[in-house]
């Protein structure tokens, strides 16, 4: 089992490109997230899916979307990268909303 | 602002050394989970706990949580190297609210 993987590991955009960051999980969870990671403030929540089928806002949405593929697979969009965007994103997953999360190992996206 | 505030932001000790961290908030969790994660990894699950005044332990690892369910710690005994890391605690309010502290860099120098 590879558990909570995401693609790519790195990427450097332009300001104003676009970009969609893949997550997959093989673990059968139900629910799965989005967080940032910027220095000094921990993981901030952008999106997140409490089950197939379903999407709401965390607590960082602004300038991102997000689809629920299907079980396993839960993307994260951004429409037009800013440089504010640079940061560490994780994918994580979970049995149930709010139960213990498994996160990726993340990907480290910088804009210039 | 912090919803989780964590504390101290850094700890850098000797291997053998006890130690203690701090996750405390003004509002009441419905549960409450420490991690731990490395650089370069994402991060991965320690405990979770559930029930104010509720004691868990992992092996060296100590948890536990306020009775009034604001507040938790961790306590290492006999710090070894390989804890060396960064100790987050993430809150879960209402049904789907959670939120991630902005951590406690640990640093055990052999």
């Known amino acids: 089992n590879a558990g909570v993987t995401q693609t790519p590991k790195f990427q450097v955009l332009k300001t104003g490109q676009s970009m969609t960051l893949q997550c997959a999980q093989d673990?059968?969870?139900?629910?799965m997230y989005w967080y940032r990671q910027d220095p000094g403030m921990g993981l901030r929540l952008i999106y997140y899916s409490a089950s197939e089928g379903t999407t709401d806002k965390g607590e960082v949405p602004n300038g991102y979307n997000v689809s629920r593929l299907n079980k396993r697979e839960f993307s994260l969009r951004l429409e037009s990268a800013a440089p504010s965007q640079t940061s560490v994103y994780f994918c994580?997953?979970?049995?149930?909303?709010?139960?213990?999360?498994?996160f990726g190992p993340g990907t480290r996206l910088t804009v210039t | 602002t912090q919803l989780l505030e964590q504390s101290p932001q850094f700890l850098s000790i000797q291997e053998g050394e006890n130690l203690t961290v701090y996750c405390n908030s003004s509002?009441?969790?419905?549960?409450l989970q420490w991690y731990r994660q490395e650089p370069g990894e994402g991060p991965v699950l320690l405990v979770t706990?559930?029930?104010?005044?509720e004691v868990k332990k992992l092996k060296r690892l100590t948890f536990q949580f306020g009775d009034a369910r604001k507040d938790s710690s961790l306590h290492i005994t006999a710090a070894q190297t390989g804890d060396t890391g960064l100790y987050l605690c993430?809150?879960?309010?209402?049904?789907?609210?959670?939120?991630f502290g902005s951590g406690t860099k640990l640093n055990v120098k052999p």
């Open positions: 509002s009441v969790f419905s549960s």
């Open positions: 994580a997953s979970s049995p149930l909303l709010g139960r213990e999360q498994y």
């Open positions: 673990m059968n969870h139900n629910s």
């Open positions: 706990v559930v029930t104010g005044g």
């Open positions: 993430a809150g879960r309010y209402n049904f789907n609210k959670f939120y």
